[in-house]
């Protein structure tokens, strides 16, 4: 069965979503335990990473 276009564009916007939020975490943690000039960037990144997150769990789909 082939997919429609719409699928596939789905299913790679998810795992492109899902890329960058464990991006973000990984970063996030790395800024804890390496320095605290840039504490600011990285807790902003972590910020966006649980907002990406929450609007997947929002929107119903699979963490």
Partial sequence: MKLSIYQCFSKWRTKMLETIAILLIVL??????TSYTMGGLIH????????V???RVIQGRRI
């Fill in 28 to 33: 996030w943690l790395l800024g804890l335990v």
């Fill in 53 to 55: 997150i929450l609007i």
């Fill in 44 to 51: 902003g990144l972590l910020v966006i990473a649980i907002v």
